[in-house]
């Protein structure tokens, strides 16, 4: 079955999607990241463009191109997220963080490149926990705002997103298996479950993201707006 966008569902709401991997950085060369290429985010942000929503797309590392009308805000690191969405969610009617957010910085950045020397076979890296976003912007969510998160599991793939809707105080939770090589981080497929605050579930086909996204989007506009 095929989801196609309609093109007025969201007509006159705002949108704000997260996308990519963040980078949180060690030196002026280097950087801690993650796995995320960006694919689910920009296909949500497209979905939603394409059914009318005005969309803004805040996206960590990637190298896709901007779908069409919508509006690009870059940043590096989980620290500049917090902040660009704090400013965007305030009059945004949804957010959905498709994110892969670094939970932990590291502690001191060095302002000049690390040297390894002849006698540091090791070395420890000290890290230190990132905010939490939805949480952070969950303390001023109003009533009719709707907040959906993604949950990347590699195992207990429903347990474990259960209950980051709780801890987050989300409408609904995009459950991510991602311990498979085919569908997940950096493949044009995914499968994933949709998983509502009131305990409906629902399990796609493993599908393109765009698929994926169109899908989100038409829930979205159905249970919520
Ligand atoms: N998230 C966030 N801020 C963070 C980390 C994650 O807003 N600092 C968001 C992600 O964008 C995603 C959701 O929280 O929508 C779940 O992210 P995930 O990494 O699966 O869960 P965590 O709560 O970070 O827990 P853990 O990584 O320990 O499983
Ligand atoms: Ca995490």
Do not use: C, W
């Not at 059914?51 to 996206?59: F, K, N």
């Not at 705002?145 to 939770?173: H, P, R, S």
């Amino acid at each position: 079955s095929s989801y196609q966008p309609v093109p007025t569902a969201l007509t006159g709401k705002k949108v704000v999607v997260t996308a990519g991997g963040t980078r949180e950085p060690l030196d002026p060369v280097r950087y801690l990241t993650n796995h995320s290429s960006g694919k689910m985010g920009y296909a949500i942000a497209h979905a939603a463009q394409l059914a009318g929503a005005e969309v803004t797309l805040i996206s960590a590392n990637s190298s896709l191109q901007i779908p069409n009308h919508v509006r690009l805000i870059k940043v590096e690191t989980a620290a500049d997220m917090l902040t660009a969405v704090q400013k965007a969610f305030q009059s945004a009617d949804v957010l959905i963080m498709s994110a892969a957010i670094a939970d932990f910085r590291p502690a001191h950045v060095a302002d000049r490149k690390i040297k390894k020397s002849t006698d540091n076979q090791r070395m420890t890296l000290d890290l230190i926990r990132n905010p939490d976003i939805l949480e952070t912007v969950g303390q001023t969510k109003q009533k009719d705002q709707v907040m959906i998160g993604f949950a990347a599991e590699t195992n207990d793939l429903i347990m474990n997103a259960q209950k980051k809707i709780k801890a987050k105080n989300l409408d609904m939770i995009v459950a991510n298996d991602v311990s498979k090589k085919t569908i997940g981080f950096n493949s044009d497929n995914n499968q994933v479950t949709f998983l509502f605050a009131n305990g409906d579930q629902i399990k796609t086909d493993v599908e393109s993201k765009q698929q994926i996204a169109n899908r989100l989007v038409r829930l979205i506009a159905d249970k919520f707006l």
